[in-house]
Each structure stands twice: as C-alpha cells, then as structure tokens.
C-alpha cells in the first residue's frame, strides 16, 4: 500500500513530465475507480497547463492553470506508469502532454481515488479540511505534539497515526519512528515528556526522509521507457522484525494494537 514516501516520490518523478506542460489529450478507460471520476475531468484538463505539482497527505495534486487541481490517491495499488510502451488494462486514466509524455495512473483494485477540486478551496475540501500537519513542514513541532497529546491516555501510537493529529503517516513508520525516539509505543501519549517529544519529531522527518530517498533512486532506475512509478522496499529496524535482533540484541516484539501490528524493543523504548 503506498504510503506517504511513495506518495511524494511518486510525485516529484511526475514533476519531471508534467511541470510547464501542456496536457493535449486525458483518456479514460473506465468510469470510476473507488467513486466515479469527477464529471467534467476531460474538459477541464484537456488544453490546460500544469503549473506545479504538490502532496498533501497520502493524496497527490497536479495544479493546472485554470485554477483547478487534480487529486489523486492511490489506494492499494494505484501507481503512475511513466511513457508505457502499451497501454495496459488496467491502465484506467491516461494523460499526453504537448512534449509528447504519456503517464498512465494504473490501479488493478481500484481503491484510488481522482477528484477535481478548485485549487483555493483545497484546504476546505473535507478530504483534507481536518487534517493535521505535514510531518515533513515546520507546522509539526514537539509543542505540536505536547498540545495534541495533552491529558490523553491512549497509546502514544494510536495518536500518531491519528491523521488530524499528524497527516499521512502509516503504520510502518510510526513504529520505526518510536523505536529510533525511544518511547514504548503502548506509552499513555499524555505522559510522554518533551525530551522524548523532542527525539520523536525529528525521527518521524530522518524516517521518512530516508525512505524518499531510496524511493528517489528508485525513480532514477525505472523512469524509463514502460517505467513505473510507486513502490520500493526500504530496511527496516523493526518493523516485520518479530523475533530478529534489534540492533542492541533484544529480540524484536510484535503486539497488535487497534487491529495493527505494532513491532518494537522492550529494551530500547521506554
Ligand atoms: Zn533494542
């Protein structure tokens, strides 16, 4: 499932194709993928002119020069194929840009999403009106945290992956980022001290980070003729690690918490 580095990877290989280009033709092999694709979304972007190209969340967005944004999320299995030498059948939106690029948005499950929102209304979309900060922007601090945590006792973990609290981050990194903060994910957040808040916010941005940039070298390898864009696999501390060696040589432990698996190191998280 592609999660927040996929996502912005995925984004800024599309920036190569799309920024300042002219799309001449959107084609749609289907209706719908999870909801019907907006109505008016051929008209719209046939003609018009990406100006840039943006992540908010798990969702990527494609602005154009006629005040409107594409919205993409890709749900399960949704990923962009850069300069396909077929279209496949999966293949269900298509775009051409002036320079000749062919970028197909492909989703076996269909549990994306594409939706056409005026590009100043964006923050007031209710996809995106709640959410909390970006982790990667400066709007997540320890005080952030402090605030949001305050008086709470549920799972520091829970909290985190509570979007309105911090937006799109996913189960895997939310483990490794309390491993490397060292805070026990089971921790009541309300008691986590801002020492410990002050480790976390950094290891949440060095974490994903790093998967970006492996992501980024991923890019480099498949932006090719039939390339795709979407997926990489990163090593990880703890996460899958049930039962392996942490690096301080505690085995690794796996509990389940709201329905998830959480991996961590009694050893190393306090
Ligand atoms: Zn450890």
């Known amino acids: 499932m592609p999660e927040l580095p996929e996502v912005e990877t995925t984004v800024r290989g599309l920036t190569r194709y799309l920024e300042g280009e002219r799309i001449v033709r959107v084609t749609l092999n289907r209706a719908d993928l999870r909801r019907p694709f907006p109505e008016g979304l051929v008209q719209s972007l046939t003609g018009a002119t990406v100006t840039a190209l943006g992540r908010r969340a798990k969702y990527g967005l494609i602005h154009t020069d006629r005040g409107s944004t594409m919205v993409f999320h890709l749900g399960m299995s949704g990923r962009w194929r850069i300069e396909p030498e077929a279209i496949e059948k999966h293949d269900h939106l298509v775009l051409e840009t002036g320079s000749g690029h062919v970028l197909a948005l492909n989703d076996a499950r269909r549990f994306g999403s594409v939706d056409l929102i005026d590009t100043d209304q964006l923050d007031e979309w209710?996809?995106?009106?709640?959410?909390?900060?970006?982790?990667?922007?400066?709007?997540?601090?320890?005080t952030h945290l402090q605030r949001a945590f305050a008086g709470r006792i549920a799972p520091v973990k829970q909290l985190l992956l509570d979007q309105r609290i911090v937006a799109g981050l996913g189960n895997i990194y939310v483990c490794e980022a309390l491993h490397r903060a060292h805070v026990r994910p089971d921790k009541d957040a309300g008691k986590v001290s801002l020492p410990a808040l002050k480790r976390l916010v950094p290891a949440i941005r060095e974490v994903l980070n790093e998967s970006i940039a492996a992501g980024g070298s991923t890019i480099r390898d498949y932006a090719q003729p039939s390339g795709e864009l979407g997926y990489f696999a990163s090593s990880w501390q703890v996460y899958g690690r049930e039962g392996k060696p942490c690096a301080c040589g505690a085995d690794v432990q796996r509990f389940v918490q709201g329905g998830r698996s959480t991996f961590w190191c009694a050893k190393c998280q306090k």
Do not use: K
């Open 126 to 142: 209710p996809p995106f009106a709640a959410l909390g900060p970006e982790p990667l922007g400066d709007d997540l601090s320890p």
